[in-house]
């Protein structure tokens, strides 16, 4: 994470010098997808002039084809995630021809427990790691700046009190909290709050619902920065199935963050956000911004 954090304040600091200072921009497709994007091909070690594929395969595998937001169909949507699979796969080839590397395909290549991954089984794999990587943290960085103009108060109290930004990025974390849900399968017969859950039973995880828990969270739908108990948010899952990326979603965060305050760069809010059509990841299609006078 030492090394990660200078390639990634290098490439923030590209990014914000970089905008547009007079006419307003998208803050997802510049800022938030920019660097998540630039992040997740470090990780594959993927052909970086390509990397916006990556972002693209994300959203065709969590917006609905319906809302024709991405795509139009779910035939579509097959086809292109063929494509992906496909292109994975000559990367695959290449890195098992390869001594090991510390990419993440290298090592599914070199390692006993998933070098043998059928087709379906590397694409499921990836498509984890992609969105994991990808629609989480990106969502996240633009739910920040959108939070901080809508909660004013609060951008000044970082200001005044930059040592906040690590508690700032967990209540970002908390507040926009990118998966609505994950679903599990029940393995035995369990009563959770007086309701008969029976082996077999998809259970329906609302993290969501879990991160405006009043009984956890005082006055959980208001935006604080420096709240009691931020970081019993549960944005990254809990025991087993715990986020692996979380250490370096929270660096990505709390860098950018870093360099705002360190730059004095404020942006302001010049139109209203586009939320994607997903009912899985919860997040922005664009988010109009442009320098405050």
């Known amino acids: 994470m030492t090394k990660l954090e200078g390639l990634i304040r290098s490439r923030v600091k590209a990014i914000l010098a970089g905008l547009p200072r007079n006419e307003a921009f998208n803050w997802v497709d510049m ?33 609905a084809p319906e809302a024709g937001q991405t795509i139009d169909s779910w035939e579509k949507r097959s086809i292109i995630l063929s494509e992906c699979l496909e ?26 427990a998933t ?14 790691l992609i969105v994991g990587g990808n629609d989480t943290t990106r969502n996240s960085i633009t739910g920040g700046l959108l939070f901080m103009n809508q909660y004013p108060s609060e951008l000044l ?11 700032a990025v967990s209540e970002i974390i908390r507040y926009q909290m990118p998966i609505s849900h994950m679903r599990r399968t029940a393995a035995i017969d ?6 008969q859950i029976r082996e ?31 970081r019993q948010h549960v944005w990254f899952g809990f025991g087993i199935h715990r986020c692996l990326g979380r250490h370096l979603a ?13 730059e004095k760069l404020w942006f302001k809010v010049v139109g209203e956000p586009e939320p994607i059509a997903s009912s899985f990841v919860h997040g922005y299609s664009a988010l109009p911004v442009r320098f405050a006078a």
């Not at 991954?117 to 990836?126: D, Q, R, T, V």
């Not at 039973?201 to 739908?221: K, Q």
């Open 31 to 63: 800022v938030s997808i920019e660097l998540t994007t630039q992040m997740l091909a470090t990780l594959f070690d993927f052909p970086f002039e390509d990397r916006r594929l990556l972002t693209y395969w994300s959203d065709v595998a969590v917006t």
């Open 87 to 112: 292109y994975f796969t000559r990367l695959w080839n290449e890195r098992i021809k390869a001594e090991p590397r510390l990419d993440l395909i290298s090592m599914m290549a070199h390692s006993p």
């Open 190 to 195: 369990s009563t959770v709050g007086g309701k």
């Open 250 to 262: 929270q660096l990505q965060l709390r860098v950018l963050w870093e360099e705002i305050l360190a």
């Open 157 to 167: 109290k970082l200001i005044d009190n930059p040592q906040l930004v690590s508690s």
């Open 115 to 128: 070098r043998r991954m059928a087709p379906s089984e590397f694409l499921g794999n990836l498509i984890l």
């Open 200 to 230: 077999g039973d998809n259970v329906v995880m609302w993290y969501i619902s879990g991160n405006r828990d009043e009984e956890i969270f005082e006055n959980a739908n208001n935006f604080v920065i420096d709240r009691k108990h931020v």
